[in-house]
Structure formats: C-alpha cells, structure tokens
C-alpha cells in the first residue's frame, strides 16, 4: 500500500453452509452488519440463496447463505439440499458453521468433508461459543484441525459477534485480487420485496407452532412505493396448506395475524428506512411444498 491508495481490491464468494440452525443466517446477517436473513429457533428458516455484501476500503465480501445440508424428503427439502451443493462451486471460500455443543463431530464432518472434496478452501466454525465452556472448547478445535479439507478453524459466537472480527480478517486474507461485484452501499442482492417476504415468513416462524411453519409460504404480490407520503405500500399473502391453518394464522379475533403483520412490519422499516404499511392476507394453497408447478411460481426453482 501507498499513499496514493494503490494497494489491490480484493472481492470474492463466500458460502456459508451447516445444518439447519447452527446459526449461519445470524451470522450473515451480523457479517453485513443488517439484519437480512430470517432467524429462528426452528430449523430450515432459510429457503433460498441469500446473498450479503459487505465492502471496505479493502476488499468486498459476499456471502452466501444457504439453506441446511439434511434429509431431502419432500420436493422442497430436495430442492434445499440441492441449493446447499451448488453453492460450493464456484466460490473462493466455504465457512462450515456446526453447534460447539454438539457432540455429534462425524455428523457434522460430513459437511465439511463434502466442501473439502469439492476443492474448496475451508473455514470451520464451531459457533455459540457464548454457550459453552472453554475448557471443552480446545479438544473440539484440535480434533476438527485434524481433519482433512480443514484450512482453518476459528470458533465464533455469530450472536454476540466475539471473534468474528478475527473471522472476517482471515477471510480477506483468502479472497483474491478482483473487482467490486456489487455498489460499495450493496448489502444483499436480493430485491427489497424477497426480503420483506422473508421477514414476514420469520415472524410467521417464530410466533407459530408445529408443523404451521413448514406448511407456510409468503409472496409478496404488491409494493409500491408512494414517495409523497414517505411510505411504501406492501401487499403479501401468506400461504398454507390447510383451512385448519388459516385458522392457526389468523388467529382469535385476526391477533396472530395482526403481531405477525406489526413485527414483521417493524424489521422491513428498519432494512428500508421508510415507513411501511403492510397488508397481509392468508391463503389456502393445499399441498404447496409437493408441487413443483407452485413452487416455480413463489420462486423457488
Ligand atoms: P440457521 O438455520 O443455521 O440459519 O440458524 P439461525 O441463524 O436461524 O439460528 C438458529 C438459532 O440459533 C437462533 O435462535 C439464533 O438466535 C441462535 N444462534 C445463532 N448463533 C448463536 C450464537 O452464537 N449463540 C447462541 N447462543 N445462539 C445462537
Ligand atoms: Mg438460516
């Protein structure tokens, strides 16, 4: 580097990647530093490919979060399943997320052994090391190093952010020289309208119970912008499976629906800086999740 800012740019892929609810979309969301992707206790929250875009001076980082390597028993888990492979290729670097609770390590290997053979750089991260004690940290670090494929291990907590700032350096250190893929504002490749999708289907997520989350879609079908009024105008449904599920969703006297529609209403203004007026709507669709014909039309193929 000199004085006149000539040191090389460097920029490349990320893929995030682990089973369901390790913590991969919160630590997208905190290497962005927005909150982008869904969050939720329950697993496979995550659906599709999210892209998160974090420049500095230096370098831009884009990550892509994917959805959990497991069992492909419907349609939809195959086409999760699906997505999670693809997103090894092609990419400078694979950051492997497992639970530093778990004590199932050759369950977990198995993600990373897949990303290895797949000639991937890779970062494993045993993550919520705010949940477990240090002393059984380090057999942990030491038995995953010793694993083929493993370039490096850095244990994180995503929810607190303790040592990603380590992480994040160490991944510039793996990118190549290359150009700004996205604007140096970018957070996310995705269009505003997914995202408010996905913030609705969290809420829908974490306020539900049972097998509602799984039988659950939402589309956005309207939003229009309305500058005069510093307000953007929001219409999505939200699809189930059932008539029991409506039910469910709507709730006694429309309360569910309507502490869906305001939390979720609340994340959207703050990832859009406006105000919001969201309408939301429940819709019987039976059998969604098997039929590849609706799944084409929410997006999903
Ligand atoms: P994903 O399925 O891998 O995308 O996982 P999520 O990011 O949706 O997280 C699953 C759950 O784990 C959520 O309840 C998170 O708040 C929680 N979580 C994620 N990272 C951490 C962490 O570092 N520490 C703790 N204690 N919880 C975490
Ligand atoms: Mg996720």
Redesign the pocket.
């Known amino acids: 580097m000199n004085e006149n800012n000539e040191a090389p740019f460097h920029s490349g892929f990320i893929s995030i990647i682990?089973?369901?609810?390790?913590?991969?979309?919160?630590?997208?969301?905190r290497l962005v530093g927005e909150k982008i992707?869904?969050?939720?206790?329950?697993?496979?929250?995550?659906r599709n490919r999210i892209m998160g875009v974090s420049t500095t001076a230096h370098a831009q980082r884009i990550y892509v979060?994917t959805p959990?390597l497991h069992g492909a028993h419907t349609e939809l888990n195959r086409y999760m399943v699906r997505q999670a492979l693809e997103s090894l290729k092609d990419v400078d670097l694979v950051l492997v997320?497992l639970d530093a609770r778990s004590r199932e390590l050759e369950r977990e290997a198995m993600v990373w052994d897949a990303s290895g053979a797949a000639g991937a750089r890779v970062i494993v991260c045993p993550?919520?090391?705010?949940?477990v004690a240090r002393v059984t940290l380090l057999p942990l670090i030491e038995a995953i190093a010793r694993r083929t494929g493993v370039t490096e291990v850095v244990p994180?907590?995503?929810?607190?952010g303790?040592n990603v700032d380590t992480l994040e350096k160490l991944i510039d250190g793996h990118l190549p020289e290359g150009p700004h893929y996205f604007p140096d504002d970018a957070l996310t490749d995705q269009p505003e309208r997914f995202i408010a999708a996905e913030f609705i289907r969290e809420k829908v997520f974490i306020l539900t119970n049972q097998e509602i989350p799984y039988s659950t879609a939402v589309v956005v079908e309207g939003f229009r912008e309305e500058p005069n009024r510093g307000l953007v105008v929001i219409d999505a449904g939200i699809l189930v499976e059932r008539d029991s599920q409506k039910g469910i969703i709507i709730g006694r006297q429309g309360r569910m629906l309507k502490r869906i529609g305001t939390e979720a209403r609340r994340d959207i203004e703050r990832f859009l800086g406006v105000r919001v007026f969201l309408e939301l709507r429940v819709r019987v669709e039976k059998n969604w999740t098997e039929r590849a014909a609706a799944m084409r039309k929410l997006g999903y193929s």
Not at 37 to 46: D, E, G, L, Y
Not at 156 to 160: E, M, N, V
């Open positions: 682990g089973r369901p609810n390790v913590g991969k979309s919160t630590l997208l969301n992707a869904a969050v939720s206790r329950k697993p496979q929250t995550t979060d959990g997320l993550n919520k090391v705010d949940r994180i907590s995503a929810l607190t303790e």
